[in-house]
């Protein structure tokens, strides 16, 4: 499978706990991207990383969350002290932009649920 | 929240029908997008129109950009089950990010 892996497909955590989420890209993409989708809305853009430095973080939710792209190639997304107002799927996309239009491509998400 | 506007919210057709989904914008649009979702699945890249006037194609599935570039519509021809589905617009922002509308969930009954 050559597309956007993203594990793990659900988490259900109770509040005040935290989470880590990965995504693996499309291995030759250099752009990544983490959205967050509540229910009836269209995703709502967090951060992203060209390579390993991460270009926009500024949208991001709160100072709980946080992203690292180490080494340029699969990223993780962390929450910490986790609330329910965090349940929502989580994400990410991968895109080349010199090559195809900064078309971005999306993993199937994690689904996250705090109790 | 949310600066591109979908219309119809949901929509639900018998198999066969054609269908008209459309999204608008109160500024111009440089870059428009369009994705289909199953419900708790990622987004699926269907085209995308960069010039006012542009039309794509992709099987049973056209979509247009106006010549002003403030709203596009997406058509689908002879519906079928396999079309239902939440078909999101979205917009190039800053280069960066995508900003998306809210979505029209489509039904089609067999």
């Known amino acids: 499978d050559t597309g956007v892996s993203q594990n793990p497909r659900h988490k259900i955590t109770k509040r005040g706990q935290n989470v880590t989420f990965r995504c693996d890209p499309i291995?030759?993409?250099?752009?990544l991207y983490w959205y967050r989708q509540t229910l009836g809305q269209g995703p709502e853009f967090l951060t992203y990383f060209q390579n390993e430095a991460q270009l926009e973080k500024s949208r991001l939710l709160s100072d709980r969350f946080s992203a690292e792209r180490p080494k340029g190639s699969f990223s993780t997304l962390e929450i910490q002290r986790t609330e329910q107002g965090d349940s929502a799927m989580y994400l990410c996309?991968?895109?080349?932009?010199?090559?195809?239009?900064?078309?971005?491509?999306f993993g199937a998400g994690t689904r996250l649920s705090v109790l | 929240s949310q600066e591109l506007e979908q219309s119809p919210q949901s929509l639900i057709v018998q198999e066969g029908k054609n269908l008209t989904i459309n999204c608008t914008s109160s500024?111009?649009?440089?870059?428009l997008y369009w994705y289909k979702q199953k419900y708790g699945e990622g987004l699926i890249f269907l085209m995308m129109l960069q010039k006012g006037g542009e039309e794509k194609s992709h099987e049973k599935i056209t979509a247009k950009l106006d010549e002003k570039k403030q709203q596009s519509s997406l058509h689908i021809t002879a519906s079928q089950p396999s079309h239902a589905g939440i078909y999101l617009c979205g917009e190039q922002y800053n280069n960066n990010d995508m900003r998306f509308g809210a979505g029209t969930r489509l039904t089609v009954k067999p």
């Open positions: 291995s030759e993409h250099n752009r």
């Open positions: 500024k111009t649009l440089y870059g």
């Open positions: 996309a991968s895109s080349q932009p010199v090559v195809a239009k900064n078309i971005q491509y």
